[in-house]
C-alpha cells in the first residue's frame, strides 16, 4: 500500500560512476526528504524539500544533489559514485501542514564497489 | 540543540510486554512519534502523541510522555514475533521547517 516509491530496491555499482537514486510520491504531500541510514540504524538527513523548486541540504554533508521539478518527484543524484558512498537511502514525504509524521519509502540499498 | 537518545537493544519473550524509552533534550519539542522499521524496509509510523498529552493508547500500543523528565516510552502488550524490528522515535521542534529528529533506534528481539 505505500504511496512513496523508491527505485531501485538494490543497486551495486562501480567507482566513478553517475547514478540516480528516484523516489516519487502520490499524496500530493509538499515536503520531501532524503535519509541516508548507516549500518548503526542512525538516520541522517541528507536533503529536503519545501515544494517545487525549493531544495536545502540537510545535517549531514552529503555529495549527492537533488531536484524538485514536479511534486510529486524527488530524485537524488550522484555524480560519482565512491565506496564511501554506499548506505540505505531513504525517501520521505510529509503533508505541508500539520504534524502527522513522515510517509516513507522501501529504501534503496546501494553498494558502490 | 536536539538529541534523541535510545537504548540499542531490547530483547523479550512472545507474549510479555515490551517497553522500549526514548529520551530527548529539546523542551520545546511539539510532537512526539514512534516508527517501526522492519528488515529490508523503511520506516513506518505506529503512532504519535502531542506535548500536551501525557499518554496515548491505540491498541496494543501505549505511549507515555513525561515531559518533566523529557522522557517518552512505548509500551507493546502481549509482544508478538512480528513485532520483532528496530524502533526510533523522533521529535519535532518548532520554527523553519519543523524539523523531525530521529532517535538511534532500539532493535527489539521477540523470543518465540
Known amino acids: 500500500e505505500a504511496d512513496i516509491y523508491q527505485t531501485p530496491r538494490y543497486l551495486v555499482i562501480g567507482t566513478g560512476k553517475k547514478i540516480t537514486l528516484e523516489c516519487s510520491q502520490t499524496?500530493?504531500?509538499?515536503?520531501m526528504y532524503w535519509y541516508q541510514q548507516d549500518p548503526g540504524m542512525e538516520l541522517h538527513l541528507i536533503h529536503y524539500?519545501?515544494?517545487?523548486?525549493?531544495?536545502e541540504k540537510g545535517d549531514l554533508s552529503s555529495e549527492s544533489t537533488v531536484s524538485r521539478i514536479r511534486t510529486e518527484h524527488f530524485p537524488l543524484t550522484l555524480e560519482s559514485a565512491r565506496p564511501s558512498h554506499t548506505s540505505q537511502y531513504l525517501c520521505?514525504?510529509?503533508?505541508?501542514?500539520?504534524?502527522?509524521?513522515?510517509?516513507f519509502g522501501s529504501g534503496t540499498r546501494l553498494t558502490v564497489v | 540543540g536536539e538529541d534523541v537518545e535510545q537504548s540499542l537493544f531490547l530483547s523479550v519473550r512472545e507474549g510479555d510486554s515490551s517497553v522500549i524509552n526514548c529520551t530527548y533534550t529539546?523542551?520545546?519539542?511539539?510532537?512526539l512519534y514512534w516508527y517501526k522499521q522492519e528488515p529490508g524496509a523503511g520506516l513506518q509510523l505506529l503512532t504519535y502523541?502531542?506535548?500536551?498529552?501525557d499518554m496515548k493508547q491505540d491498541q496494543r500500543l501505549t505511549v507515555l510522555l513525561n515531559k518533566k523528565d523529557k522522557h517518552l516510552s512505548l509500551r507493546i502488550a502481549d509482544t508478538q514475533t512480528g513485532d520483532s524490528a528496530i524502533y526510533f522515535c523522533?521529535?519535532?521542534?518548532?520554527?523553519?521547517?519543523?524539523?523531525?529528529?530521529f532517535g538511534t533506534g532500539t532493535k527489539l528481539q521477540v523470543i518465540p
Open positions: 529539546d523542551s520545546s519539542s511539539t510532537y
Open positions: 499524496m500530493g504531500h509538499d515536503k
Open positions: 523522533a521529535e519535532t521542534v518548532p520554527g523553519g521547517y519543523q524539523k523531525v529528529t
Open positions: 502523541i502531542f506535548s500536551n498529552m
Open positions: 520521505a514525504s510529509s503533508p505541508g501542514q500539520g504534524h502527522y509524521g513522515y510517509t
Open positions: 524539500s519545501y515544494g517545487v523548486n525549493s531544495t
